[in-house]
Each structure stands twice: as C-alpha cells, then as structure tokens.
C-alpha cells in the first residue's frame, strides 16, 4: 500500500443506460475509454455502433450501423484508444476498425492481417505510440461450455502494427479461464512497456516492445477466498444480460454445477499510467468499495485510491478513474471519477 490518492466521492460525469425519453443509451457496455478533450466512448456488445458522449454526459454522436460492410458493426467486443485519441474497436468479424478523434471511420483491417484463416486474439491492449498486443488462445478443441470451463487454455501474445500486422511474437502465456471467477490474463501497454499479469501469482510480467523480459512487478493481494455470496452474485451478474427469463434461469443453474475456484484473483484488470505507473484493480466484482493499488518501475508502492462502490474500471489516466457501475435496479452506467496524487 503506497501514499492514499483522492478520489472524489461524486462522480463528475454520469452517464445511464437509459436516456429521459426511456430509450436505451446502452445495454451491455464492453468497454469505454475518456479522449483528451473529456469526451467518452463507449462500446456496448449489443450495439452495431459506438457512441460518443461530451463530459457532461449528452451524447454527441454514434457511429456505425449494423452489418458487416465498411463502417459496420455485428458485435462490439473491445475498443481501445491506440495513439492520441484515435480509437481502435474490435468487433466479432474478426477485424478492427479505426475511429478518428471526431468519429470519422479511417481504416477497417482483418487480425491478423498477415494470415487469412488464422485464429484471431481475444484479449488486446493499446499503448499511446500505437503500438498494439493481443493475445490468441490456443487449443486442439474448444471446450463445450467456455463460459464454465475449468480447463486452462495457453494463449500466444503478440504485438502488432497500426494495419495489424504482427510485429513481434512476445511469449507463450497462459489465457486462463473463462468460468466465474476463473483467473484470466490481463494485459497493459505503456509507450515502452508491456505488462502481461496471468492472474497465477501476485506478479506482473513486463516486457520491452522488441520483446524482451524484464523483471515482473509485485501487485494485487493472493490467497482471499471465494464466498458461495460472492460466486452466486457474480453468476448472476453474467447471466443478467441473457434477456430470456427461462433460458436465464437454465444458464444459471449450468454455472452453479460447476464448482468454485478455492481463490480470488490477485487483481481484476491492469492499467498502465504514464510512462511508469502501473495501476491495478485489486477489489473484486460485488466488493462494496472499489480499491485500485499503483506500483513503480522499482516494483515499490505508488500509491492507494477507493472509490465507495462496485465499480469495474474500464479506463484510468493520471487525474481520473473511468468505470462502468451496475445500479440496484439493474440499470447499467458509464462513471467518470476525478482523483488527485497524495498531497
């Protein structure tokens, strides 16, 4: 635990799933991150666009439609911000598509865009110089059910260029597992460093962009068990997006079956910071206070911020916490929290 960061108990922008009229904003956010000039995007899985929203929280654009022509979304998966405000959005056609800072659609490209067929990654991260990593499963056969899955899948980490070419192979690492509470990769990029955390450890791989391994980062907190509250909570969190009721109630009792994992992950998501903070989520989905731990390039604490509610953090940056909270009406919002450095 490092000096106490401040963060303001009152987010500055708020943005519901909902707008006044009752129109749906969103319904499943995958991701969001916060431009330069304050404004916000959003990408939602059941969407065919992306949606951009000023500080203040009034939407000021979509963009996309449904389809899988040019400027077309089928499902968006991530998006990411890959060099200045340029935004990266991965969607389930295996291509990514590139947003100017207005919205203005750039490029689309195949992943990888050097092998047609080839398996493409699941898990990415951008860093501010472009430079982007993805990670690809790697398996003979996909388990029947990956949602309750107890089988660890390894995975192949790459980085690749703007155009998705693959620039470098960086390592074998293990994916994880996609069940509840199962222990996934997670995965940052500074201007200089990718940091790759396989949730095995309280440990951080770092990694220089010609590939290289550099000594690992001690972050998170290992060994908290996992409550049967905790687990049916968070069964419940994932099946909430399934809009039928019976089908729910079938998913639900599928996951049940399968028995818990003994341990909590050691962190729930990695956010490079600058050119040498890492910060890391530490709390878990249904903690009532969020918690987010930093770590220098010495491996020693930078630094402790809490947030007074369940929030999963989508993006953070030197002077702000962004995250997506779910209401006790089930209703779904896109948070922006001011934090200031220890005095």
């Known amino acids: 635990m490092g000096p106490a960061w401040v963060v303001d108990s009152v987010p500055v922008t708020d943005i519901a799933g909902?707008?006044?009229?009752?129109?749906?904003?969103f319904l499943s956010v995958a991701a969001a991150v916060r431009l330069s000039d304050g404004t916000i995007v959003i990408g939602d899985r059941f969407a065919s666009s992306v949606r951009y929203f000023a500080s203040t929280g009034h939407e000021i654009r979509s963009v996309g439609r449904a389809g899988s022509g040019?400027?077309?979304?089928?499902?968006?998966?991530w998006i990411g911000r890959c060099g200045g405000d340029t935004v990266f959005v991965w969607d389930y056609t295996s291509r990514m598509t590139v947003l100017g800072p207005a919205g203005t659609m750039v490029r689309q490209f195949p992943v990888p865009a050097d092998s047609a067929?080839?398996?493409?990654?699941?898990?990415?991260?951008?860093g501010p110089g472009g430079v982007w990593a993805g990670l690809t499963p790697v398996f003979d056969?996909?388990?029947?059910?990956m949602a309750t899955s107890t089988v660890r899948i390894q995975g192949v980490l790459a980085l690749f260029d703007r155009d998705g070419h693959v620039g470098r192979l960086v390592d074998s690492v293990t994916f994880g597992q996609t069940r509840v509470f199962g222990h996934l990769t997670r995965l940052a990029l500074s201007d200089d460093r990718l940091y790759v955390g396989t949730e095995d450890s309280a440990y951080v791989a770092r990694y220089a962009l010609d590939g290289a391994r550099l000594s690992g980062l001690p972050v998170g907190i290992g060994g908290r068990e996992v409550s049967d509250r905790a687990y049916e909570d968070a069964i419940d969190a994932q099946v909430a997006v399934v809009p039928n009721a019976q089908q729910r109630e079938t998913a639900r009792k599928q996951m049940l079956r399968i028995p818990k994992p003994k341990t909590l992950a050691p962190y729930f998501a990695l956010f490079a910071v600058g050119h040498d903070t890492l910060w890391a989520q530490i709390s878990a989905p249904g903690d009532s206070v969020?918690?987010?731990?930093a770590v220098g390039p010495d491996g020693k604490p930078a630094?402790?911020?809490?947030?007074?509610?369940?929030?999963?953090?989508?993006d953070m940056g030197r002077d702000y916490v962004?995250?997506?909270?779910?209401?006790?009406?089930?209703?779904?919002?896109?948070m922006l929290y001011r934090m200031h450095p220890p005095s």
């Open 322 to 334: 962004l995250g997506e909270y779910d209401a006790p009406d089930g209703e779904q919002h896109v």
């Open 303 to 314: 630094g402790e911020a809490r947030i007074p509610r369940d929030l999963r953090v989508l």
């Open 70 to 77: 040019p400027g077309e979304f089928r499902s968006i998966a």
């Open 290 to 293: 969020t918690v987010l731990d």
């Open 117 to 126: 067929g080839a398996r493409p990654p699941v898990f990415f991260t951008c």
């Open 18 to 25: 909902s707008t006044p009229s009752g129109d749906a904003a």
């Open 141 to 145: 056969r996909l388990p029947s059910d």
